[in-house]
Structures are given as structure tokens and as C-alpha cells.
């Protein structure tokens, strides 16, 4: 499989020195696709090298959730939720086949990544997770069972801490996952002799970010208990 650099997104930190202090907690992060000026443009794209060439759309929109533990140096997506507009697949049969509008997730299960403290409030991290990629389109002519396929891809990043707030860290987070996989050619007329379409797929994404400490168990209990307290009041 080939790689590509990691992207990165260097910002000074001005508040490193506390941040430190306050790292040895894993914290929640809770990130929503960057569409300032100075952000440069999410998209996903499938290559089909010579068979169909590079086929690409933009984001319209991307949120997930990561588990980051800056003491055991782990990383780990809680959720993710992805929009993405239509792509053309090559046909060798005929005209090019609309995808329609494709909706991403992510398969829970994914065991903990890696997180690299580079030592200018960056850090870089590596997930192995498995996308769920939802077509809007009819695509049982390239072999997709129903409408979804699930592609497993390595994700890699970049996570820049700009400011802490008391328990709270405000950023950027950049990734990129990607990996190589196959379908089939809709020439295909014999599934024993299949022919097969490879490709390479990969997704860009620009965050901004805010994280929170993870509650302990016991806090968890008070602010449950706090909260039945106050609809009581209120009813």
C-alpha cells in the first residue's frame, strides 16, 4: 500500500506549558469541518490509475468524536459522520455511473491508535478503523452488496492545541485516511471470472476542534443526579 505525508497544520501555542500539566487525563474531542477562509478545502477522491483516472468530490460536511489519552499516548474515534458529494465511477460498458450524495461512517470496535507528542503542542496520530461508505445510486453493477461497502483505512493526522481554557482545549485537527481496494468491472458477465476495477481512495479533512476532560465515573453519577434534581424542581 502506498503512503502519503502526514498533513499538518502548524499554529504556535502559547499556552503549552499549562496544557502539560493538564494532559495526564484522557480527554473527549469533539471536532466540526474547518470552512474558514484560511482552511484549505476537505474532499475525497477515488483513482482508477489507467482504467478511469482520479474521480473526486468535495466535503459538505464532517464532525467526529476521539478519545485522546496524552499520558498513554492513544487515540481512538468515538463516532464519525461524514456528507459527500456525488463521484463519477468509469464504466467500461458505457457512460460513467453517478454515486449520488455518500454518506461516511465509522464501524465501532477499533482497537486504540497511537498518539506521538511532538513537543510544539502537536501531536500526531495513526488509527486503523474500518469507514462504512453509504451510495445513494444503485451500484450492484460494481459487485456492492445493497447500497453500502465497508473499506478499512489507516487514518493519520495531526491534532494542534492553540489554547486551554481551565479543562477545555481549542484547535485544529487535519487527517487523512486512505487505503487500495478493488471492484468490479461492469463488464463482468461471468461472477467466476470476475474483472476486477482497482482502486485507490483517500479523504482530506480539516477540522477545528474543542475537548473536554473525560468525566470520572463518580462525577458522572453527580451531574446525573444534579440533573434529575432540577427537572423535579422544574415539573
Known sequence: M???PRIAVAVAVTTLGSFTTASAVPY???AEQDFSAQAPESSFSLDFFDQGGLRDSTISSTSFGMEIDFDAGSAKFTNYSQQIGSILLPNS???DVETGPITVSII???EPGRLVDNGDGTFDFETEDIYEITFTNDLSAYGFPGQSV???SVSTGTIT???LRGN???GTASMRWEDESVMLDPSTTDINNPILLPFHYRCD???VFQAVVVPEPASIVLLAFGATVVLRRRS
Open 108 to 110: 465501532p470496535g477499533s
Open 2 to 4: 502506498r503512503r502519503f
Open 161 to 163: 492545541v492553540e489554547e
Open 205 to 207: 479533512i480539516y477540522t
Open 150 to 152: 465497508e473499506l478499512p
Open 28 to 30: 473527549i474531542l469533539t
Open 93 to 95: 460498458t458505457g457512460a
Open 168 to 170: 477545555v482545549l481549542e
